[in-house]
């Protein structure tokens, strides 16, 4: 998130030369330690002074999202969370916050951390940040990544040994109807357009639009259908989709039910549904998880499906979210899955932030720059509120 999104340290007790558990004692100041509960009023202030310069006061929720998000994970250790900096005053100026989740590389488990903010405040916070930044060196980390940093924090990535991956970098957003999606995207900037009564301008326009131009219609493949399952049929299916990727996200029973229950609680982004697409003969050929809200923007997490399968499953992808009304759709940009969504019309690509990553291994570094790498969606921090509200 900007302006600085990249992850942080395995180890931090070794930076600070204090044990980073809750209940020991604290590091003299001046120094780097985990993120403790206690400190999350003091970080929630901090977070909204740095991304929302123009609130006056920090929202009254805030504090216990952190903690839902940042200490709520079954994978969670003060080892392999969210990081503070104190000041000489003992203060907290500025902070990392970073979530784990766990990753087969090569058919071995790696808990990876996912930077979600890297937050500082005045001249401490400055160096403080500075001295987080030095530890994303690439020799120190198992796997770190973030997949919405600033063009800033992506220097320092690079500086770090570490890479920026530029499919993943994108945002594929597909148009049905142009009318209800321009509106939808004027409201959600101008507040005072959700007062007026447009909905059926809307509508009008693009029914006119849609006959004139029938490519805004999306066709699936023959033969191809789709039905919605739930979140634990979907991970099943993912599990053996996500087969064709050396690295890729574990979803463990634990780590997927609480990835759901998080992701839930962003209901800004309407509600969260799974699909599943079969082929002629009744098989099983991919899956999709997404958020929508009736009328709007079809927010795609995650797609998975068999080789070679691509094409007929990102056709019913669109099919599905026209059928169903959708204004438009848009989703993370994949390099499986790329050629796929170029065949579709009204398609555009965006760039809204950074995918980077740093590791030390070498193996998981040639899949990631490779065809071999999958990460996003839930395994990311797309699905989280501090992107979307507070």
């Given at each position: 998130?900007?302006?600085?999104?990249?992850?942080?340290l395995k180890h931090p007790p070794e930076l600070?030369?204090?044990?980073?558990?809750?209940?020991?004692?604290?590091?003299?100041?001046?120094?780097?330690?985990?993120?403790?509960?206690?400190?999350?009023?003091?970080?929630?202030?901090?977070?909204?002074?740095?991304?929302?310069?123009?609130?006056?006061?920090?929202?009254?929720?805030?504090?216990?999202?952190?903690?839902?998000?940042?200490?709520?994970?079954?994978?969670?250790?003060?080892?392999?969370?969210?990081?503070?900096?104190?000041?000489?005053?003992?203060?907290?100026?500025?902070?990392?916050?970073?979530?784990?989740?766990?990753?087969?590389?090569?058919?071995?488990?790696?808990?990876?951390?996912?930077?979600?903010?890297?937050?500082?405040?005045?001249?401490?916070?400055?160096?403080?940040?500075?001295?987080?930044?030095?530890?994303?060196?690439?020799?120190?980390?198992?796997?770190?990544?973030?997949?919405?940093?600033?063009?800033?924090?992506?220097?320092?990535?690079?500086?770090?040994?570490?890479?920026?991956?530029?499919?993943?970098?994108?945002?594929?957003?597909?148009?049905?109807?142009?009318?209800?999606?321009?509106?939808?995207?004027?409201?959600?900037?101008?507040?005072?357009?959700?007062?007026?009564?447009?909905?059926?301008?809307?509508?009008?326009?693009?029914?006119?639009?849609?006959?004139?131009?029938?490519?805004?219609?999306?066709?699936?493949?023959?033969?191809?259908?789709?039905?919605?399952?739930?979140?634990?049929?979907?991970?099943?299916?993912?599990?053996?989709?996500?087969?064709?990727?050396?690295?890729?996200?574990?979803?463990?029973?634990?780590?997927?039910?609480?990835?759901?229950?998080?992701?839930?609680?962003?209901?800004?982004?309407?509600?969260?549904?799974?699909?599943?697409?079969?082929?002629?003969?009744?098989?099983?050929?991919?899956?999709?998880?997404?958020?929508?809200?009736?009328?709007?923007?079809?927010?795609?997490?995650?797609?998975?499906?068999?080789?070679?399968q691509e094409a007929a499953v990102v056709s019913?992808?669109?099919?599905?979210?026209?059928?169903?009304?959708?204004?438009?759709?848009?989703?993370?940009?994949?390099?499986?899955?790329?050629?796929?969504?170029?065949?579709?019309?009204?398609?555009?690509?965006?760039?809204?932030?950074?995918?980077?990553?740093?590791?030390?291994?070498?193996?998981?570094?040639?899949?990631?720059i490779g065809d071999g790498f999958y990460a996003?969606?839930?395994?990311?921090?797309?699905?989280?509120?501090?992107?979307?509200?507070?």
């Open positions: 998130m900007a302006p600085a999104a990249e992850s942080a600070s030369g204090t044990p980073a558990g809750e209940g020991k004692s604290r590091p003299h100041t001046g120094t780097v330690r985990a993120m403790e509960r206690s400190d999350l009023p003091v970080v929630a202030d901090l977070f909204t002074r740095t991304f929302r310069k123009n609130n006056q006061k920090t929202d009254s929720q805030l504090a216990g999202y952190l903690e839902t998000v940042f200490f709520g994970s079954p994978l969670y250790t003060p080892d392999v969370g969210s990081l503070v900096h104190l000041s000489e005053t003992s203060a907290i100026d500025s902070a990392i916050l970073a979530m784990p989740i766990e990753y087969s590389v090569h058919g071995r488990p790696v808990t990876a951390r996912v930077l979600c903010a890297f937050m500082a405040e005045g001249k401490s916070g400055a160096a403080g940040a500075a001295r987080l930044a030095r530890m994303l060196r690439a020799a120190r980390q198992d796997f770190c990544f973030s997949d919405n940093a600033s063009p800033v924090s992506a220097d320092h990535w690079v500086a770090g040994g570490g890479h920026v991956l530029p499919v993943q970098s994108l945002e594929w957003h597909r148009t049905f109807r142009p009318a209800a999606a321009a509106l939808h995207m004027a409201r959600r900037k101008v507040k005072l357009l959700g007062k007026l009564p447009l909905q059926g301008l809307a509508r009008a326009v693009d029914r006119f639009v849609r006959r004139s131009r029938t490519s805004f219609a999306a066709v699936p493949h023959d033969g191809i259908r789709s039905a919605p399952v739930s979140p634990q049929q979907f991970m099943e299916q993912a599990r053996l989709m996500m087969g064709r990727f050396s690295v890729h996200p574990v979803f463990s029973k634990a780590e997927f039910d609480w990835l759901i229950a998080a992701a839930k609680l962003n209901t800004s982004l309407g509600e969260l549904q799974c699909c599943s697409i079969t082929d002629a003969q009744g098989k099983i050929i991919g899956c999709y998880l997404y958020f929508g809200a009736d009328g709007r923007n079809a927010v795609v997490m995650n797609v998975f499906c068999h080789e070679r019913q992808l669109f099919a599905d979210f026209d059928n169903l009304g959708y204004a438009s759709a848009q989703g993370m940009a994949q390099p499986f899955l790329i050629q796929a969504v170029l065949r579709q019309r009204h398609l555009v690509h965006k760039h809204t932030g950074y995918f980077c990553l740093v590791t030390r291994h070498a193996d998981l570094k040639e899949a990631a996003g969606g839930l395994a990311s921090e797309s699905w989280s509120r501090l992107l979307h509200d507070f």
